[in-house]
């Protein structure tokens, strides 16, 4: 056996190893869960007249059983990325973002939305489906996070990097061993609440929120998700913003070959 493959036995190994124990983790840790649950409601429903302030203490007893849930279930999720099987093709990135805001645009919102999205993006090569779960995630975030606003302005805009070049906004390992092909900066931009420029590295961490979730619905995984699912097609995101004045979510992905 030559070394790369005992290396690669042993990344499947680990791989399954962390899979088997997250799965072990969130089964074992739902069963409490739900005891806490239903006895905080069977108190609440066999003593209706219970003081205000024992009531709200039930509440959030059950508010915080119900999250603890919501995040095993997402950290779950997470751990099944490094295992989903990748098939990169040629993939019309045009058609796709169009496909992606016309669904999104299909759910109630208050806010009506400016879609600014190039149609002349160049083929990249990548996995359509992850492909399809980044973008669903991001222009979702870029319309959550401009709740408020009159209008809701959202683009998509792109630039090709040569062979060899890096763009000011890659990050210096964007795409690893891919360095040296021809690559694609998708910009995701918005004029939403935006955060601190020293705020970012956060939104990649587990459970990265930087807003109250009363305030804006959510775990903190898409982000993180997003990074997992581009860098298992080679590519890299990375994000950047301002206080009030949105914020721009950089992919970058190998151009498809011509």
């Known amino acids: ?23 072990t983790v969130s089964h074992d840790l739902r069963a409490p869960l739900r005891h806490i649950n ?36 997402g950290l779950t999720q997470l751990s099944r990325l ?29 806010t009506a939305v400016d879609w600014q999205l190039a149609c002349d993006v160049p083929p990249v090569l990548a996995d359509k489906t992850m492909l399809r779960q980044v973008l669903v995630q991001l222009l979702g975030n870029a319309l959550k996070f401009s709740r408020g606003r009159d209008t809701a302005q959202i683009s998509l805009s792109w630039q090709c990097t040569a062979a060899g070049q890096s763009h000011p906004s890659e990050p210096s390992n964007a795409l690893g061993s891919e360095a040296d092909s021809p690559t694609c900066c998708l910009r995701i931009t918005d004029q939403g609440i935006g955060f601190r420029p020293e705020q970012a590295g956060k939104l990649f961490k587990v459970f990265g929120k930087l807003h109250p979730a009363r305030e ?5 995984l898409g982000l993180l998700q997003c ?17 009030d004045q949105g914020c721009c979510v950089t992919l970058h992905l190998p151009l498809a070959s011509a």
Not at 101 to 110: I, R
Not at 227 to 243: E, F, H, N, T
């Open 1 to 23: 056996m030559s070394e790369l493959e005992h290396l690669q036995r042993q990344l499947e190994a680990s791989r399954a190893e962390l899979q088997d124990f997250v799965s």
């Open 38 to 73: 239903a006895y905080a409601q069977v108190i609440a429903e066999d003593w209706p007249e219970l003081p205000a302030e024992m009531a709200d203490h039930l509440s959030t007893i059950r508010e915080s059983a119900q999250l603890l849930s919501r995040q095993l279930d």
């Open 82 to 110: 490094a295992g989903l099987p990748v098939s990169l093709e040629p993939v019309n990135v045009s058609t796709l973002v169009r496909e992606v805001a016309d669904d999104l645009a299909k759910h109630p919102s208050t």
């Open 216 to 220: 804006f619905e959510g775990l903190g």
């Open 227 to 243: 990074r997992k699912l581009m860098a298992r097609q080679a590519g890299a995101i990375s994000i950047s913003g301002a206080v």
